[in-house]
């Protein structure tokens, strides 16, 4: 079971990379046209696909890019001038940064309430935040990242709303400038996992086992705190997982409304300026931190339900 | 009793989507939702006819202008009427995912439903692949296709339609199983009717209740996508207004300016809620629990 999942996990990644390979393959032009522009005909565009290497065969250069990928180097920059591994670093540490501080403040909100909304379902303390996590996950991201600037740093002046710290400064340089951002990425993570954790405690609440609990007059709270939610929260890690790779895709706009650092601005930077390779290059991290967060969630799950836990031990 | 027209099954039919919708509008969200979206829809048609100004018609000395009786919602950098443009600027949206969601849905549906019937090893090798495929942020497919074939909605609804018909394959692979499974598919079986009968009158109708839930849905995820395109400067191209690009345009006045972000901001805000409270409203009126799906 265990090593089925990481398997399954490893081919994922691959195909990944042979779709990203494929997709860049099949595109009209190449790094070299892209990076030369109008000037890319004649004896310049022989010379750049020279030293670039685009001479060879396809399969040759997915095996050199792949095989370079898994010792972390992932090939220079289009201009040739910088390795994409060191651009890309304090990139990834800064999106990571970003990711990490939204999910230490929202998972935690977002499981209490939760559970409160559950278990006061369709009474109003449910509906305001039902209804207020709702519109936190439909309004794009850039919509509520404008409005929240212009409430708290156009108007208030509280927070600054645009992040000036450069890519390469240290953490602590990243700080008040990064609490918008945080605030815009906990919101929608927030209202995802609260909705879930909501609908899986009711559904659990409604279980057999827990009217029986009742029947025997066993204390509310003992109930909630014993039987129910440790049933309720444990399908809340895949979505926690779910949520944080779709987020991947959110994070790109947020960091570019509020200029942060990070490999979400990197992307569209590399996807205007035609850099295939670094496009390539974050394609393939985002796909493995994404098959990583499910493959960890998946085991988490694995691990805290003593079902699947003895299931595995004996499969595996 | 010579006159009915219609046969027993689609009269059902009507009135079993009759009364969907008497109960997705006897829900508070429903409502709200219904009213929303059919305002949208409503303005979006007749908004040519009923705009005080021309959308591109700029006036230097009106830059920025508040509010007024001459400008209701004032008037954005280029001296151009702000509540015209809010007025046109869902429009290509509108159309956009207004054709690219049906054709996400179909597509997306079909081919689901013949892999959760298949199964085996081809199911098995091609569901890697849609996984692969989910794993790349949407963003990332989306622009490097665009940046490539250029920003037209020539290349917007098929990008659109390809990409989020992806995630319904695996909806409709799973809504395949969990209806397969069921009793009345046995029943229908051991009644001794081919494959296409119950495929088509026992399986059908009931995957097609999870896919109207799911179509609603990729709907509000996909002007999502395209108002975040726009704001990117990767949508609609200037000067066609639009939600995305006029909030992206306006929010470097915002400290002095804010009503040229406002407009847009409700505007898209509420069309984008009218679209998921309706898409709530419709999965309990079908009894699907659309809560644990997050979008991909």
Not at chain 1, 21 to 45: I, M, N, S, W, Y
Not at chain 1, 148 to 169: K, R, Y
Not at chain 2, 230 to 242: A, E, Q, T, W
Request: proline share 5%.
């Amino acid at each position: 079971m265990l090593m089925r999942r990481l398997f399954l996990g490893a081919i994922t990644v691959w195909i990944v990379s042979v779709i990203i390979f494929a997709g860049v393959e099949v595109l009209p032009g190449d790094a070299c046209t892209a990076f030369l522009e109008r000037e890319a005909q004649g004896k310049l565009l022989e010379n750049c696909r020279e030293t670039q290497g685009l001479n060879r065969s396809a399969a040759e250069r997915y095996f050199d890019w792949a095989s370079g990928a898994l010792r972390g180097d992932l090939g220079v920059s289009a201009n040739g001038q910088k390795s994409i591994s060191e651009l890309v670093g304090n990139r990834l540490r800064n999106s990571l940064l970003l990711a990490l501080c939204a999910l230490t403040a929202g998972v935690p909100m977002a499981i209490f309430l939760g559970v409160v909304t559950g278990l006061q379902r369709d009474k109003p303390v449910d509906l305001v935040f039902s209804t207020t996590a709702v519109f936190a996950m439909t309004i794009p991201e850039f919509v509520s990242a404008t409005v929240l600037i212009l409430v708290f740093s156009v108007w208030l002046g509280w927070l600054p709303g645009i992040v000036l710290t450069s890519a390469g400064s240290p953490v602590s340089e990243f700080f008040p400038e990064i609490v918008l951002p945080v605030i815009v990425l906990g919101m929608v993570m927030t209202a995802h996992i609260l909705r879930m954790v909501r609908s899986s405690v009711i559904e659990v609440m409604a279980g057999d086992y827990i009217q029986m609990a009742i029947l025997k007059g066993v204390p509310y709270w003992h109930i909630v705190f014993r039987h129910a939610l440790p049933n309720a929260l444990l399908p809340a890690i895949n979505v926690v997982a779910l949520t944080i790779a779709w987020l991947l895709g959110g994070v790109v706009v947020i960091e570019v409304v509020f200029n942060y650092p990070g490999l979400g601005r990197m992307m569209i930077d590399a996807i205007s300026d035609r850099d295939l390779p670094v496009v390539q290059a974050i394609a393939l991290i985002v796909a493995t931190v994404y098959v990583g967060v499910n493959l960890t969630a998946d085991l988490m799950t694995m691990v805290l339900n003593p079902r699947l836990r003895t299931h595995a031990l004996r499969g595996s | 009793m010579t006159k009915i027209a219609t046969t027993p099954a689609e009269n059902t039919r009507l009135q079993r989507s009759l009364g969907v919708l008497r109960d997705v509008m006897a829900r508070p969200s429903g409502t709200i939702g219904l009213t929303l979206v059919a305002c949208h829809l409503i303005l979006a048609i007749i908004s040519p006819w009923i705009v005080p100004y021309d959308y591109k018609a700029m006036d230097s000395l009106l830059m920025l202008k508040g509010p007024s009786g001459a400008h209701w919602l004032g008037t954005d950098h280029l001296g151009r009427d702000v509540l015209t443009r809010v007025l046109l600027g869902g429009r290509e949206a509108l159309l956009v995912t207004g054709i690219a969601t049906p054709i996400a849905v179909i597509w997306g549906g079909l081919l689901g439903i013949f892999f959760g019937l298949v199964g085996g090893r081809l199911d098995e090798v091609f569901m890697r692949v849609v996984d692969a495929f989910l794993s790349l942020p949407w963003i990332l497919k989306m622009l490097v296709l665009i940046v490539t074939f250029g920003t037209g909605i020539e290349v917007l609804i098929p990008t659109l339609a390809f990409f989020y018909g992806i995630p319904v394959i695996r909806i409709a692979r799973a809504a395949t199983h969990d209806v397969v499974a069921r009793d009345f598919i046995s029943a229908a079986r051991a009644r001794g009717h081919g494959r296409i009968t119950v495929i088509s009158r026992e399986l059908l109708p009931n995957v097609l209740d999870t896919l109207m839930v799911e179509g609603a849905m990729r709907w509000s995820w996909m002007l999502l996508a395209f108002s975040s395109l726009s704001f990117l400067g990767f949508g609609v191209s200037p000067p066609k207004p639009d939600w995305g690009l006029m909030i992206a345009d306006a929010r470097g006045f915002m400290s002095f300016a804010p009503w040229g972000v406002l407009g847009p901001v409700i505007a898209l805000s509420s069309l984008i809620i009218g679209i998921n409270l309706t898409a709530d409203a419709l999965a309990k009126a079908l009894g699907i629990d659309r809560a644990q799906k997050a979008p991909v």
